[in-house]
């Protein structure tokens, strides 16, 4: 078992439906949880992190934890063309010297006019 | 600011030859990292460094060797390249625990 899965897609949706992309986890040390985004062809870049659980807001994006069920969620409202990118979850957890990150898969998300 | 910067962009080696991609980074961190990324499998990471001088293996380490001579530096070193190195490697950059900064990446065949 993987110790973070993500489902690949492709998740395909047209312009304006509200996304959800999600991944779940094996280890209950994890505290950071992060979402990167990748166009393609390019390296990531970070778009929210969460610190334990709940929710973040960020414009259209929405980071959710629930620790209890080892699953975290990204929720992107009125999605647009620009959006299509693949969405890797990233975590961390305590007592880490490195700062080394935990990679899901990703999801490639394609969103059409 | 340049950020993480890696080069070549582009390479195709072939079996048995051996190449250093190369990694700069113009934010004074301390934490840089390598990652091989392979269609649909995410980022796995080969080596790390937590700053000049110090580096350690990550989850995939055979095959590659790194140096940390400076903190803006961290090359990686693959020698007797195999078909199994083809890949996109990609180095970062950190200061804080939830934030890393990628360059754009190297593509490496290798035939």
């Known amino acids: 078992q993987k110790e973070v899965e993500q489902d690949p897609g492709p998740l395909s949706v047209p312009e304006g439906a509200i996304v959800s992309l999600n991944c779940t986890y094996s280890?209950?040390?994890?505290?950071?949880f992060m979402w990167y985004r990748q166009y393609s062809r390019k390296g990531p870049e970070l778009l929210m992190y969460t610190y334990s659980s709940g929710n973040k807001e960020d414009g259209r994006f929405t980071a959710q934890v629930d620790k209890s069920s080892k699953y975290i969620s990204l929720f992107i409202r009125d999605s647009q063309p620009s959006d299509s990118a693949t969405y890797l979850c990233a975590m961390s957890g305590p007592n880490n010297a490195g700062n080394m990150l935990t990679f899901g898969g990703g999801t490639r998300l394609m969103v059409k006019p | 600011n340049a950020g993480v910067t890696q080069t070549p962009k582009f390479r195709i080696l072939k079996i048995g030859q051996s190449m250093t991609l190369q990694c700069t980074q113009d934010m004074n961190h301390n934490y840089m990292y390598w990652y091989r990324q392979d269609p649909g499998m995410g980022l796995k990471l080969i080596y790390y460094s937590v700053g000049a001088g110090i580096t350690d293996k990550g989850e995939v380490p055979n095959g590659y060797n790194v140096s940390r001579s400076t903190t803006e530096d961290f090359p990686l070193r693959l020698e007797l390249a195999a078909p199994s190195q083809t890949s996109v490697y990609f180095c970062?950059?950190?200061?804080?625990?939830?934030?890393?900064?990628f360059g754009p990446g190297t593509r490496l065949t290798v035939l």
């Open positions: 280890n209950s040390a994890f505290q950071y």
């Open positions: 970062a950059s950190s200061y804080r625990v939830y934030e890393q900064f």
